[in-house]
């Protein structure tokens, strides 16, 4: 049996409306980055403060968008733009932490020990924070992106590239930790 010859394609033809007179799907128009950065500002904000603490939080948050700006064209295409840039706000909070652990231990050496400024949070919220910050990086983004973002354990896992198991894993990891550290559990037995 002889086939007829296939019609010939071109990358060009593909673009207009089909035989049926469907068109492709429009292409969604990609958000400006102005309008992106007020909405996700905040957030990026308390992600960070949560990660770094007060004194550092607007530069991590800041240091996240501006990537965020020079790759717009790219970033604003993906299926979540936000998580792609919380991601990049999580890796940027975990090198200034880094960084802030090596000049603690360098000043450390060189001055005597003073008391660390205190956050803006309560007491009891700038304590929590403290031992968040304490924990194994993916524990403490975990419960950053969970507690002070309110993010669901799906899209925590599209943030961090992990399965949602995972997730789940870091969380309970983190809260047994900061339950002892934070002697939770242990009230007064009178």
Excluded: N
């Excluded at 086939?3 to 673009?15: K, V, Y």
């Excluded at 603690?104 to 803006?120: H, M, V, Y």
């Excluded at 894993?169 to 930790?177: D, G, I, N, P, S």
């Amino acid at each position: 049996m002889v086939r007829p010859p296939a019609e010939p394609t071109s990358p060009g033809l593909d673009d207009g409306p089909d035989r049926t007179g469907a068109g492709p799907a429009p292409r969604p128009v990609a958000e400006p980055f102005d309008a992106f950065y007020r909405r996700e500002f905040p957030r990026l904000l308390v992600l960070a403060r949560a990660l770094v603490g007060s004194a550092f939080a607007e530069d991590v948050a800041q240091e996240a968008l501006m990537v965020a700006y020079r790759r717009w064209h790219t970033i604003a295409d993906l299926r979540s733009p936000a998580g792609y840039v919380r991601g990049i706000c999580l890796h940027k909070a975990t090198s200034m932490a880094r960084r802030r652990t090596l000049e603690r231990q360098l000043l450390g050496r060189i001055l005597p020990r003073t008391e660390l400024a205190a956050d803006d949070l309560p007491e009891d919220s700038a304590r929590f924070w403290e031992e968040v910050r304490r924990l194994p990086r993916r524990q403490a983004q975990t419960v950053a992106l969970h507690y002070a973002l309110d993010m669901p354990v799906a899209e925590i896992a599209e943030v961090l590239s992990c399965a949602e198991g995972t997730v789940k894993v870091h969380l309970h990891r983190a809260r047994t930790a900061l339950a002892a550290s934070l002697d939770v559990g242990k009230g007064d037995p009178s």
